[in-house]
């Protein structure tokens, strides 16, 4: 069956170090987005991509990067992670054109220490 | 700019009532859709229903019903006779659907986090 998977599910790291989130998704969608979720905020969109060498800046962009490469996949790097950066991060994919209906990955709980 | 508005952020009932989660939308555009997302205590992200702007008719899957209003810029979702396995975050979302299919990402709210007691 065709799914989305991130990895890693969990990591714990330091403030200042570089981190990269792995997503990726075996449907063959052309569109790709991380979101964070925190207690308050529900989900707020980080980047997205709406096909390969394609990246656009969300709401909360800012510390954060992506680079689309293949169609698979969208990594998400945290520059310089910070405190502020714990999250669960959660990648999605979506083939439709019109009405923009998301599958989730399983999340990846990211601690910045 | 796109908005959902989940006024209520928890609710907690004892199983077999009714529960009416609220969810409220701001948008600019004359053709957008409408979902509902489930996010169970196991943390991943179910959908549940997609809606467009020119289709207002009530739905009604199971125990699970929307209604949808335009009028009033409300989608809201409705559990009859709830069970404890639909304790989970709810979430509404919004997306503008634009000619020449441009714009597909979603605006989500908040979440409503329903309790469902035995």
């Known amino acids: 069956d065709a799914e989305i998977t991130q990895s890693p599910r969990h990591k714990i790291t330091e403030t200042g170090r570089q981190v990269t989130l792995a997503c990726h998704q075996t449907?063959?969608?052309?569109?790709m987005f991380w979101y964070r979720q925190d207690l308050g905020h529900g989900l707020r969109l980080i980047h997205y991509?709406?096909?390969?060498?394609?990246?656009n800046k969300g709401e909360v962009s800012d510390g954060y990067s992506v680079s689309r490469s293949n169609t698979e996949d969208l990594p998400l790097t945290l520059e310089s992670a910070a405190s502020s950066q714990t999250s669960v991060y959660f990648c999605?994919?979506?083939?439709?054109?019109?009405?923009?209906?998301?599958?989730f990955g399983e999340g990846s709980r990211l601690t910045v220490l | 700019a796109q908005k959902v508005t989940q006024a209520q952020t928890e609710i907690s009932v004892v199983e077999k009532e009714d529960v009416t989660l609220d969810c409220v939308y701001e948008t600019r555009d004359t053709t957008y859709y409408l979902f509902w997302y489930k996010q169970p205590p196991s943390g991943e992200l179910v959908f549940l229903i997609r809606r467009n702007s020119f289709d207002e008719q009530n739905e009604i899957s199971g125990r699970y019903s929307w209604n949808f209003q335009k009028s009033t810029s409300s989608f809201n979702f409705t559990i009859t006779a709830s069970q404890v396995v639909d304790s989970a975050v709810y979430f509404c979302a919004l997306s503008e659907a634009r000619r020449g299919g441009s714009n597909y990402k979603l605006t989500f709210g908040k979440g409503t986090l329903l309790t469902v007691n035995p």
């Open positions: 991509s709406y096909g390969v060498q394609d990246t």
């Open positions: 999605a994919s979506s083939e439709s054109r019109v009405t923009g209906e998301l599958f």
């Open positions: 449907w063959n969608h052309n569109n």
